[in-house]
């Protein structure tokens, strides 16, 4: 069976300042990963995703995940945040064990401050 | 391009009432569908996946029901509400391995 687990459920941070929210994965078969972003009121929107490849995957607004396949890792980065980046942040993972299932991390929430 | 849609956004039903969510997808064929519920201030609740018409499975026992009765509609019921039934429902379908979420109903059992 999969699990998620971030680490942190708050992160406060000021604006322009760099953070990182981790998140660890636990697997017995090959895994997908991903981040989703939920601002307040709304549905879950995906920010980015590793399926394969360069272990090195990035969004468009400037954030930046890892896998670590030794860690089980797959921390989320963005060197420099602003306000409109708070939002609760959803680390998930996908293994097709005879039906393709996600499964979510308990979510950070980001606190940018000015 | 794809979009999905959910109704009612928010929804005030006594305890005791039923229930009937709605979730439709447009610009997919034959979508992996899912409901899942979100307690405040908690992660995710898979509830139900459909991998086609009619084909409904369930994740953790409860007083809610799922049916797909079209392709691209997914419908999320129950016959009696309890209060532990208050939270935010979202559905989401699936391609190429990521989900991509409804706008969601918040639901409030009183």
């Known amino acids: 069976a999969q699990s998620v687990t971030q680490l942190d459920s708050q992160v406060p941070v000021f604006e322009e300042a760099p953070v990182e929210l981790r998140c660890n994965y636990s697997?017995?078969?090959?895994?997908?990963l991903f981040w989703y972003v939920q601002y307040p009121n709304q549905g879950l929107q995906l920010l980015l995703k590793?399926?394969?490849?360069?272990?090195l995957v990035e969004s468009i607004n400037g954030f930046e995940a890892e896998f670590n396949k030794s860690q089980t890792s797959f921390h989320l980065r963005k060197p420099s945040v602003h306000i409109s980046d708070t939002a609760e942040y959803f680390c998930a993972v996908g293994a097709n064990t005879g039906g393709f299932k996600t499964i979510f991390g308990a979510g950070t929430r980001l606190f940018v401050k000015a | 391009s794809q979009t999905i849609h959910q109704w009612p956004a928010t929804l005030v039903q006594p305890v005791g009432s039923p229930l009937s969510l709605e979730c439709t997808v447009e610009g997919t064929s034959n979508p992996n569908l899912y409901w899942y519920r979100q307690a405040a201030g908690r992660g995710l609740q898979l509830l139900f996946y459909?991998?086609?018409?009619?084909?409904i499975s369930s994740e953790v026992p409860q007083n809610l029901s799922a049916s797909r009765p079209q392709d691209r509609q997914f419908i999320l019921s129950s016959k009696k509400l309890l209060l532990s039934d208050s939270g935010f429902y979202l559905c989401a379908w699936s391609s190429e391995w990521a989900q991509y979420f409804g706008p969601g109903t918040r639901l409030l059992v009183l």
């Open positions: 697997s017995s078969v090959s895994v997908y």
């Open positions: 459909s991998v086609g018409i009619g084909q």
């Open positions: 590793y399926l394969s490849g360069s272990t």
